[in-house]
């Protein structure tokens, strides 16, 4: 069965601070997606990342890398040098080959204090 | 701004009533969702559209109906709620099935609903 778990609840750090989110999940798929989404306040989720089974290249995109290792399964999510308008919740999600579900994990609260 | 229009933003309706939330896309999307979201948890899937047809119901009580009238729109009929139906309502697109899918669920901003 897949899942997806967000170890981190809640995460407080000052501007500027470099800040790991940390995303592990469990899949007998082959093939599969993983995705980091974004949850401000307003309520929508945005698309931040998403990475097949088979990319194991981790990307940078500005101050937001990922670290995708299929060996631990794990896909953690770096900010660097944060900024106030990071906080939010982040979601980590697996989704099958179809698309058709998406799991989510229990989300990880940043809180980037000036 | 999300390319996902929800609509209404916020509704409070009683346990009697019949209310709709309504969901629109014009990203040529074939794939369609609704979500729920309780406070301090993940979006939890209720239903799937593709191309129009009904194609996942994660068990959900049939207090709530979904409709696809066509491949831009999503509605979810409401009625007979209870409290604990509360919760964000989310409506989220994605492309759909087929070569060149790449499978990013786009999010609407979501309709706030609370039961008295």
């Known amino acids: 069965a897949q899942k997806v778990t967000q170890a981190q609840t809640e995460i407080s750090v000052v501007e500027k601070e470099d800040v790991t989110l940390d995303c592990v999940y469990e899949?007998?798929?082959?093939?599969?997606?993983l995705f980091w989404y974004k949850q401000p306040p307003s309520g929508e989720l945005v698309f931040l990342i998403r990475?097949?089974?088979?990319?194991?290249q981790n990307e940078i995109s500005g101050r937001y890398s990922w670290n995708f290792q299929k060996s631990t399964s794990s896909f953690n999510f770096t900010i660097t040098a944060s900024q106030v308008v990071d906080s939010a919740v982040y979601f980590c999600?697996?989704?099958?080959?179809?698309?058709?579900?998406?799991?989510f994990g229990s989300g990880t609260k940043l809180n980037v204090k000036p | 701004d999300t390319e996902v229009t929800q609509t209404p933003k916020h509704l409070v309706m009683g346990m009697t009533n019949k209310k709709s939330l309504k969901c629109e896309q014009h990203?040529?999307?074939?794939?369609m969702y609704w979500y729920k979201q309780k406070a301090k948890k993940p979006p939890e899937l209720m239903f799937v559209?593709?191309?129009?047809?009904?194609?996942i119901n994660e068990s959900v009580p049939s207090r709530f109906s979904p409709e696809c009238p066509n491949s831009s729109l999503l509605n979810l009929h409401l009625h007979a709620l209870q409290p604990e139906d509360s919760a964000l309502y989310l409506c989220?697109?994605?492309?759909?099935?087929?070569?060149?899918?790449?499978?990013?669920?786009?999010f609407g901003e979501g309709s706030r609903l609370t039961v008295l």
């Open positions: 990475r097949n089974s088979f990319d194991e």
């Open positions: 899949t007998r798929d082959t093939t599969y997606y």
């Open positions: 559209y593709s191309y129009e047809k009904l194609s």
């Open positions: 989220a697109s994605s492309q759909g099935g087929g070569a060149g899918n790449t499978g990013e669920l786009f």
């Open positions: 990203m040529g999307h074939r794939a």
């Open positions: 999600a697996l989704s099958e080959n179809n698309f058709n579900k998406f799991y």
